[in-house]
């Protein structure tokens, strides 16, 4: 079953079969997060959708990680 990595530094999607342990190509990061995509909804979308995924989950997850840094405090 094909994985869809995101890279949490440039947002690079990454398709993987059985690697965990995935690393970015683009700016050598060294360590991408599974999405919840599956492989045929990311197979169905055009270079915007998948633009527009990027953002989305970059905009959620800094979101996250400001929220988490501020309980750490």
Known sequence: MLKIYI???CGWLRT????KDVECH???NTVMELTK???ET???MSEQERTD???SWRYI???NHS?????DD
Do not use: F
Request: charge should be positive; hydrophobic fraction near 20%.
């Open 42 to 44: 990311y197979a169905g």
């Open 61 to 63: 997850h800094a979101k």
């Open 53 to 55: 995924y990027v953002q």
């Open 26 to 28: 683009r700016c050598g």
């Open 7 to 9: 890279c949490p530094e």
């Open 37 to 39: 995509l599956d492989y």
């Open 16 to 19: 993987v079969s059985r690697r």
């Open 67 to 71: 929220q988490k840094s501020k309980m």
